[in-house]
């Protein structure tokens, strides 16, 4: 854990509430015993301490030690309000099931630092994207957490400005290509392959895989869908593969479903992008008499609350949403407080399969 910025700011966010306990002028434990009390490294004890030094939580006698400042409680209170730092995190859609998790582990770190936090939502499209990135730069906020829109045409050129602005920005889930910047992501690869693997394993041997249109996402959670195959010598019938033609299905994975099973195969087991899509295919299959978990064995993605509300509990893959967030703040944080952090940096985060009823055959 000690790689990831997040893990550094836990530290330091546990070290303020010790100091609020303290008296002014007692001095902190040693280095050595604070990385042991925290089960941290004591590089990460350093730099917390020289932060929160520069924060005047505390100060430093040469020779003697570390101290608690008597100004601290004074100092925030009368600090100006020009002071205080802005993020923007741009988003597509706040109500879809992965984003309120993203939300929060950026809120719970920025909210930690005393950071002004500004949402947008974009609905996926890059237009909309492109009005607040303007927004965002006309305000002056100090850095950007941004999942890149993907319907339209992305103009790179605000991304210039951004930079021109000396606004440092993470990408997260996915990034934009042509645009450098660091990022973090789930290893979509590895959890579609964890997914499929798990079903040829129950004993599935025509596997589909229903996605919503094409897009990093779906090419990487298909790349690994096909290597799962490829890897028990199974060949890929295309007559089982399905892309979803819109983001504005009403029923996400119900329509691509019923097409299937009115073509000449049916499948045994189902991978599908996420959880709204394996709900609408479950739906698909019962209206057809086929029962989840015996007839055909389904797997979601994302372990969202769809996955318990089902008839037939369903198997996500669970993508770790508040990780990602809390892991795209630490990276902001660093660049904002002048750390240097690579503009190739990745951070990416194993998903992991939570089963259920519906991929195991009775």
Known sequence: MEEYGYRYMEVKHKLIEQIKLLEPHVRLPSRNALAKQYNAARTTIERSISELIGEG???????????????????????????????????????HDTYPG??????????????????????NQTEKQAGYLNKMIDLGIHGLIIVPAIIGHT?????????DAGIPIVFCNRGIEGVEAPKVVSNNFYGAYAAVKHLIGNGCRDIAYISRPAYSTSYERYQGYTSALAEAGMNLDDRLVLFEPTFDTERPGYDSMT??????VTPDGIFCFNDGIAK????????????????????????????ESLPVK????????????????????????????????IIVLQPELVVRQSSYPS
Not at 318 to 343: C, H, P, W
Request: glycine content about 12%; proline content about 1%.
């Open 57 to 95: 939580y505390l100060y430093a006698k040469d020779g003697s030690g570390t101290y608690v400042s008597g100004e601290r409680a004074t100092s925030a209170a009368h600090t100006p309000r020009s002071a205080f730092r802005s993020v923007g995190l741009i988003i597509p859609d706040i109500r």
């Open 155 to 163: 103009d790179l050129n605000l991304f210039d400005k951004l930079r």
């Open 102 to 123: 993203i939300l929060r582990g950026v809120e719970d770190i920025m909210n930690r630092h005393d950071i002004n936090l500004v949402i947008c939502n974009t609905d």
């Open 314 to 345: 369903l198997t996500s893959v669970k993508f770790q949403t508040y990780d990602i967030g809390v892991g795209s703040a630490g990276l902001l944080l660093d660049m904002m407080n002048g750390e240097t952090v690579r503009s190739n940096k």
């Open 259 to 264: 097409q299937m099973l009115e073509s000449s």
């Open 280 to 307: 609408g295919a479950c739906e698909a299959l019962g209206e057809k008499g086929l029962i989840v978990g015996k007839d055909v064995l389904v797997v979601g993605y994302d372990n969202t609350g769809v996955c």
